[in-house]
């Protein structure tokens, strides 16, 4: 299966840390690349590969996977951390996937 | 800096057609292989097609095959999306992306704004 699969929705109180996972069955082929999205603006790429952070992305984000899950986490969340978050991949055919999405709230 | 720029967006009838640009600047264009995303209201994205550089690798997501096609020109650095048939579930903000790869990892390095498109009558 090429499906990603997200919990629709996460909350984190203020300054802890938080995790997001994505699973699938191309995860165990392919490293997941993370997106964030805010409301009204386009998603913005905050990792991918093994645990790469493109330029201007905190290293309070961080990426880790394992099997046919990938993770994204947030240490010490920030309320600018609340969006919603997707996870994509890619399957064996080359078709490009993305999860659900994961909606994270600050508390 | 890497610039892209959606245009073509609009009202459309269902059945109807629409082509979408997507006009990069700031970088070798020729280089990448470049995607389409869209998002309807309210919901999550939703890749739609994949072409490579060099136009030899074409991919697209089911929702779409048979309905569109995905171009470009390099000498124009622009990447385009025909899409027929349209019907209301198409209706959507319609993104295009860079992509770019490593070690067994693809991903979307650069987006644009985005273009809405409306089906309806």
């Known amino acids: 299966s090429s499906e990603l699969t997200q919990d629709p929705a996460v909350s984190v109180a203020l300054g802890q840390t938080v995790r997001i996972t994505c699973q699938g069955d191309s995860l165990r082929t392919y490293y997941a690349s993370w997106y964030q999205q805010k409301p009204g603006q386009a998603p913005v790429l905050v990792l991918y590969?093994?645990?790469y952070r493109p330029s201007g992305i905190p290293d309070r984000i961080s990426g880790s996977s394992s099997g046919n899950r990938a993770s994204l986490t947030i240490t010490g969340a920030q309320a600018k951390d609340e969006a919603d978050y997707y996870c994509?991949?890619?399957?064996?055919?080359?078709?490009?996937?993305f999860g659900g999405g994961t909606k994270l709230t600050v508390l | 800096e890497v610039q892209l720029v959606e245009s073509g967006g609009g009202l459309v009838q269902p059945g109807g057609s629409l082509r979408l640009s997507c006009a990069a600047s700031g970088f070798d264009f020729r280089r990448f292989g470049m995607n389409w995303v869209r998002q309807a209201p309210g919901k999550g994205l939703e890749w739609l097609s994949y072409?490579?550089?060099?136009?030899?690798?074409?991919f697209y997501a089911d929702s779409v095959k048979g309905r569109s096609t995905i171009s470009r020109d390099n000498d124009k650095k622009s990447l385009y999306l025909q899409m027929n048939s349209l019907r209301a579930e198409d209706s959507a903000v319609y993104y295009c992306?860079?992509?770019?790869?490593?070690?067994?990892?693809?991903?979307?390095?650069?987006w644009g704004q985005g273009t809405l498109v409306t089906v309806s009558s």
């Open positions: 590969g093994n645990n």
């Open positions: 072409i490579s550089s060099s136009r030899d690798t074409i």
């Open positions: 992306a860079r992509e770019n790869s490593g070690y067994y990892s693809v991903y979307f390095d650069n």
């Open positions: 994509k991949s890619r399957d064996s055919s080359g078709n490009r996937v």
